[in-house]
């Protein structure tokens, strides 16, 4: 987990407050009040109070209260109050406490002060442990209506009679090679060895992006963004990517949008959280 303060005139994260904690998605809550407690009370004392906590989904965002069932992760903060939680640690009102979803804060933060500067309608993908997403219009999340999907998130699509995460993950992509080669990989090691030249790493990060690509291509022809904007740990491989992902995408309008990794890596998250904030 990471905590940092934001330079709210120019939204930039300050580098000598920056801090990791260790955070167990199976923890308790109490683990997790308790993680986040010591990362907010341990930063320098801000010039402005309010603070912006990105988390992923299921969450009641505008109450501070988990929702997470059947999720894998965080499920001990099933219906727990957090803001409550935080409040009682760090002393500040309710008001001061503000959540939005993890892929929102990327999209957000890359929109404010990253690659998305120069552009109004925004789509974000975070590609990880999932895949989560932003519709972006001006700084404001899109999140119902016939131009996007349900809910704005792109994990709910099917694409050839499965989820899209059962085709485009890091379990995903590491059951595919696993079931492959017999080999127990993770997404770094499997690109590592695709760049050499192994046909298997090669042929599944490829299909893997393919159907990225197809199952978004719906929207981002709806939505009609500018750019596209990925960011996540799986980025790291978007070398072998980005060819694969803009096939699945189609031909449909390529010249009115572009496809580009977030700049602010980490930070996007923590700059989008704290606009949410200010804002």
């Known amino acids: 987990m990471a905590a940092a303060l934001v330079e709210p005139e120019h939204m930039t994260v300050i580098s000598t407050s920056r801090m990791r904690h260790d955070l167990d998605p199976h923890g308790t809550a109490k683990d997790f009040l308790d993680t986040l407690c010591r990362a907010l009370v341990q930063l320098p004392e801000p010039r402005d109070e309010r603070v912006g906590i990105a988390i992923p989904g299921p969450f009641d965002y505008e109450h501070g209260i988990g929702l997470f069932r059947d999720v894998a992760k965080f499920e001990a903060l099933h219906k727990v109050d957090v803001r409550s939680g935080l409040r009682a640690c760090i002393g500040r009102g309710a008001d001061h406490i503000r959540f939005l979803n993890d892929a929102d804060a990327f999209g957000l933060g890359e929109w404010v002060s990253g690659v998305g500067v120069d552009h109004d309608r925004i789509v974000g993908l975070t590609l990880g442990t999932g895949v ?66 192994d046909e298997a790493a090669l042929e599944i990060l490829h299909g893997a992006a393919r159907l990225l690509g197809a199952a978004v291509a719906p929207f981002v022809e709806t939505f009609a963004p500018t750019l596209i904007v990925v960011g996540g740990s799986i980025t790291g491989a978007w070398d072998l990517l ?10 449909k309008s390529t010249s009115s949008w572009e496809i580009r990794v977030g700049a602010l890596g980490n930070d996007a998250p923590l700059v989008g959280a704290a606009y949410h904030a200010l804002n």
């Open 132 to 197: 989560g997403s932003v519709f972006l219009n001006g700084g404001t999340w899109v999140i119902e209506g016939p131009t996007v999907p349900p809910e704005g998130r792109v994990d709910l699509l099917e694409i050839e009679g499965h989820r899209l995460e059962e085709s485009f993950s890091r379990r995903a992509i590491r059951r595919s090679y696993r079931q492959t080669t017999g080999r127990d990989l993770d997404v770094k090691e499997i690109a590592a060895i695709a760049r050499t030249g």
């Open 242 to 251: 980005s060819a694969s992902f803009r096939i699945g995408l189609g031909s």
